[in-house]
């Protein structure tokens, strides 16, 4: 069942003035404020609740507290893109904010969706010759130094344990912000001939990164992961081996989320601190920002040279391993959210879904209720035995207005609705989320099991191929190819992605970053053909790269 | 073996430096166990857990490493437990690693119990934290103040929910792989009802899906019970158990809990609804958990002096086949006998590879595989060819043992038969129940 969420103070949390706290969470704010208030990030340093901005968020949460029609308010997406994302959390019961700035909660809804992404990416690692483990949270800090653009690149960041137990520890501890190092120490333990490669392991784990700013799912103190490792004895192996897991990311990105993202090569300033590569899915969001939602690097010899993980090669030499790794996070129910949403909040593509069809029962006169609540169940029997997950949506604290609108702010694929008219045709009503209105509706599908499941099926299969079209559309008509900085200045300032040729040094990239706020997603793979001209120096480029402002 | 890791061994060192082309055979194993269960107890479990490629030592100590060949035994009792969960209606969920001190604090007996082990976050980067952080070792008090939020009226209940996570708990007695570790892995679900009656039947609900895994997955006996007012859940109203016996120490050891928490929780977060009538209530709440030590109770109770002993439902390869070539033989005929019997036995949806690897020896691999424990080997030579069978080993164990001081474990469910007159053997006074005591770890 639903609760009302009180969403001034959600909504403030995690926008930049997170300060103002709704008067309403007043009896949570004794444990849950001295935290926040602690000043961890630079934003607490500012504002502490002013007596208007308390009497506003009352009236608001007053009218939150009251569960009329609408209890439920999703601000617009072209209106304030980030509070309508912050909304839709809230409203869709998908994560709530953590007692720790920068935590997350994940709740039942949103956790499905990541594990829908589990489920499908162990099966593959496993086909791919992968195996689970899983390393030690801790690692001590001395391990960390061992690489050191790697420990130049996350050293801000990392959360230290200095006490356990009562006592102060001997070394501090690092809590993993990325498994390398332990992996590399235990790599040099495990690797002494080249039988003993390739070394193929994935963990899945929570991972922390002291973050600045946050964002749910998309940028958390604290998020889950796959973290995938490997050691190669040569440098065609490691390369080929962090090409193919990008292409699984991709390929799970096309075919279950339905977000069709472009997988490149990152520019040597975006590059992994400690990588020699590293390759990207970028994929654009409603907004028209890129997310970066996996990647894959080629390690080269960096860690291991810094670790000492050698082998003998079949010569007899020794020689340092190849490394790659490779990782998709919770950050990706972000990217899900953000590329398929509408003003009426979730559109989730069925094969992440985690209800495909909710059935609604509707009856005015009570002795309509029994026969209309029999067919609702033996329909949700039929569709649960075709193996679709279905929820059947009883109660009768709520109308079936109501329910309309909470469950395609649940993002759910399909509606069912049954009426006593529908009992006594034998058929039922079927609504698709992403198809507003009445084209969406198709009346009198038989209830009969054969044919309703192949509907259902049938239409869940559109709706997922729909969505992945949808997205294509939006991302093609949103990059523009460019051939100069002035155009693709044009392109960033009109919110959409630019695409040009580039051979320009690290300095004239961060340039562009400074001066329009723009980064190199990637050098895509997909490169068009014929003589180019890098956009910034005129001089000959090779390659066009896709330039965008990101999250 | 496809993917994994592969054991150095022990005659790794001889051939380091080797040159040439000359392909090295792998004859001596170098694998033995050097501690025996019967007389080393501690050692041979510490040999054996990382001879078996279970376990890796780390540098922090009381930390481990958990390799493919655990982890698999892990998730292959995950995916058993998930589905019976799900069942069950409870639902996957992540709460934050980092508690607040403040939240911590909130039952004072629960904090009482786990303060001495908590590890604080105290410094990000550079910067020392206002307010230090801790990492959960346990999650009440984390979840509670959210359900306390979410939960209104009857409608909000029960409310089930459960994760699958990482727990911290600085502990300073003797670090053991699995069964005592300063990190490890486990499930936690934390439930809430309207009335007692709903919490009690779930309690025991649990209880018997961990007999389950006991029982039928790990093949371990195990005596379902309750805890003494001692041992239970700090904070808790009483815990059930189910407690296993490792036969070589005469230990005990407690194999999984199921809580009831009481109202205790609900009071002190707060966690009330508005029950059908209008009027305001606390919840009952449950809170239940196993963790990775039911790898390491499996370890203790079926391994042997040749290593491991994989109770086959959770083995993560239950049948290796291994060819036993021979000088002048057909040896690709029999590699190729090997992959066809892989893949019948995999159509039938056994665990089944082939260990084709030319520089090791059979008896290398036989002694490998049996450290191992893996349940079944076939062995594949050219007379085999021939005559197109297989010879089928099976791998067991035994083992017994005795010691002393003991502690309470449990009160059995099942109680057996208490004659009247009976005296309490500690106090001296008429005994109520049978208890099992024991040395546990």
């Not at chain 1, 995938?228 to 040569?234: E, F, N, P």
């Not at chain 2, 069942?87 to 969920?93: A, E, F, G, H, T």
């Not at chain 2, 005596?223 to 007012?229: F, I, L, N, V």
């Not at chain 2, 005469?250 to 002190?268: V, Y």
Request: net charge neutral; aromatic share 10%.
């Amino acid at each position: 069942m639903v609760s009302s969420l009180r969403l001034p103070a959600l909504t403030s949390l995690f926008s930049p003035s997170f300060t103002r706290r709704s008067t309403v969470s007043l009896r949570r704010r004794l444990h849950l404020r001295p935290p926040l208030a602690a000043g961890f990030s630079a934003q607490s340093a500012a504002s502490s609740p002013t007596e208007t901005e308390d009497r506003v968020d009352s009236k608001k949460s007053g009218r939150v507290q009251d569960r009329g029609s609408t209890d439920r308010v999703i601000t617009p997406r072209s209106q304030d893109f980030n509070a309508w994302y912050l909304d839709v959390i809230a409203n869709a019961e998908l994560a709530d904010y953590g007692p720790v700035r920068g935590t997350m909660v994940i709740r039942p809804y949103g956790y499905a969706m990541w594990e829908a992404i589990q489920d499908y990416l162990n099966v593959k690692f496993k086909e791919t010759g992968h195996s689970n483990m899983y390393f030690p949270q801790f690692i001590p800090y001395s391990f960390i130094e061992k690489e050191a653009s790697h420990v130049e690149g996350f050293s801000p960041e990392l959360a230290l344990v200095t006490i356990g137990g009562g006592k102060e520890l001997e070394e501090k501890l690092v809590v993993r912000p990325t498994s390398e190092t332990i992996v590399n120490h235990m790599f040099t333990q495990w690797i002494h001939s080249y039988r003993d490669l390739p070394l193929m392991i994935n963990q899945w784990a929570n991972v922390t990164r002291w973050e600045m700013r946050t964002k749910p799912f998309v940028r958390t103190l604290e998020f889950l992961w796959q973290e995938g490792h490997t050691a190669h004895a040569t440098l065609e192996e490691a390369e080929k081996e962090a090409l193919e897991m990008i292409d699984v990311y991709t390929k799970f990105a096309y075919e279950q989320a339905a977000i069709p993202v472009i997988a490149g090569r990152k520019s040597k300033v975006e590059t992994f601190a400690g990588a020699d590569k590293t390759y990207t899915i970028e994929a654009m969001m409603g907004d028209r920002k890129a997310l970066q939602a996996g990647t894959s690097h080629n390690l080269g010899q960096n860690f291991s040279r810094a670790f000492g993980t050698q082998f003998t090669d079949e010569n007899g030499l020794r020689q340092h391993v190849w490394q790659t790794s490779w990782a998709i996070s919770t950050r990706f129910v972000g990217g899900i959210i953000m590329t398929h949403g509408d003003d009426a909040g979730l559109m989730l593509p069925p094969r992440i879904a985690p209800v495909h069809v909710v059935i609604v029962p509707i009856w005015k006169k009570v002795d309509e209720k029994t026969g209309v609540l029999d067919a609702a169940s033996s329909v949700a029997e039929t569709l649960k035995n075709a193996g679709l997950k279905v929820k059947l949506d009883d109660t009768d604290q709520r109308t079936p207005g109501w329910k309309f609108n909470f469950w395609e702010m649940k993002g759910v694929p399909l509606r069912i609705e049954i009426g006593p008219r529908d009992v006594s045709s034998g058929s039922v009503v079927i609504s698709r989320r992403d198809i507003p209105g009445k084209q969406g509706k198709v009346f009198g599908i038989s209830m009969e099991p054969s044919i309703l499941e192949a509907y259902v099926k049938d239409r869940l299969d559109e709706i997922q191929s729909s969505l992945l079209q949808r997205a294509i559309s939006f991302r093609d008509s949103n990059i523009v190819d460019v051939s100069s900085y002035e155009e693709l200045k044009e392109a960033i300032s009109l919110g959409k992605w630019a695409r040009g040729p580039w051979s320009a040094s690290n300095a004239d990239e961060l340039r562009i970053k400074e001066e329009t706020g723009a980064t190199i997603r990637c050098f895509p793979f997909e490169q068009p053909q014929g003589t180019k001209t890098c956009l910034m120096t005129g001089k000959h480029a090779d390659e066009v790269a896709i330039f965008a402002k990101s999250y | 073996m496809a993917g994994g890791e592969q054991k150095k061994g022990g005659g790794e060192q001889k051939k380091a430096g080797g040159g040439g082309k000359k392909k090295e055979v792998k004859k001596e194993t170098g694998l033995g166990l050097s501690f025996t269960k019967d007389e080393n107890f501690g050692e041979w479990y510490s040999e054996v857990v990382v001879n078996g490629e279970m376990i890796e030592y780390y540098d922090i100590s009381g930390c481990y490493i958990l390799r493919p060949w655990a982890m698999s035994i892990w998730e292959n009792m995950q995916t058993f437990f998930d589905a019976e969960i799900k069942k069950m209606k409870v639902k996957n969920c992540y709460f934050p690693l980092f508690v607040s001190p403040g939240v911590l604090q909130k039952e004072k007996d629960h904090i009482e119990g786990f303060a001495p082990e908590v590890a604080w976050v105290t410094k990000s980067g550079e910067s020392d934290l206002e307010v230090p952080i801790a990492l959960r070792p346990t999650s009440e008090t984390v979840m509670y103040p959210y359900y306390s939020k979410w939960i209104r009226g009857h409608r909000d209940l029960p409310l089930k929910l459960n994760q699958w996570c990482n727990v911290v708990r600085w502990e300073f007695s003797n670090p053991t792989p699995f069964i005592r570790s300063r990190e490890f892995l486990w499930q936690e679900g934390h439930t809430a009802f309207a009335t007692k009656e709903e919490a009690d039947t779930e309690v025991l609900q649990i209880l018997e899906l961990y007999r389950r895994i006991y029982e039928e997955f790990l093949a371990i006996p195990v005596t379902k019970g309750r805890k003494s007012e001692l041992e239970k859940f700090a904070g808790g109203l009483y815990t059930t158990s189910v407690e296993a016996f490792i036969p070589n120490t005469g230990r005990g050891i407690q194999g999984a809990t199921s809580h009831c928490l009481g109202q205790n929780f609900a009071k002190m977060f707060e966690i009330n609804f508005e029950n059908e009538k209008g009027e305001k209530s606390m919840v009952w709440q449950n809170s239940w958990a196993y963790s990775t030590r039911t790898i390491g109770v499996m370890v203790m109770v079926h391994g042997d002096n040749k290593g491991l002993v994989l109770p086959p439902k959770v083995a993560a390869l239950q049948v290796i086949v291994i060819p036993v070539p021979y000088k002048d033989a057909d040896t690709q005929g029999i590699f190729d006998a090997c992959a066809a019997t892989v893949a019948i036995l995999s159509d039938a949806g056994i665990r089944a590879e082939a260990d084709l690897r030319e520089n090791y020896s059979p008896g290398w691999k036989y002694s490998n595989w049996e450290m191992k424990g893996v349940p079944l080997r076939i062995e594949i030579g050219p007379r085999d060819l021939a005559n197109n069978q297989e010879v089928e080993k099976d791998v067991k164990a035994r083992t017994k043992g005795e010691m002393g001081a003991a502690k309470s474990l449990c009160t059995p469910f099942e109680q057996p038969e208490l004659p009247e007159g009976t005296k309490c053997f500690a106090s001296g006074k008429p005994a109520t129940k049978w208890t099992y005591w024991g040395r546990s770890y």
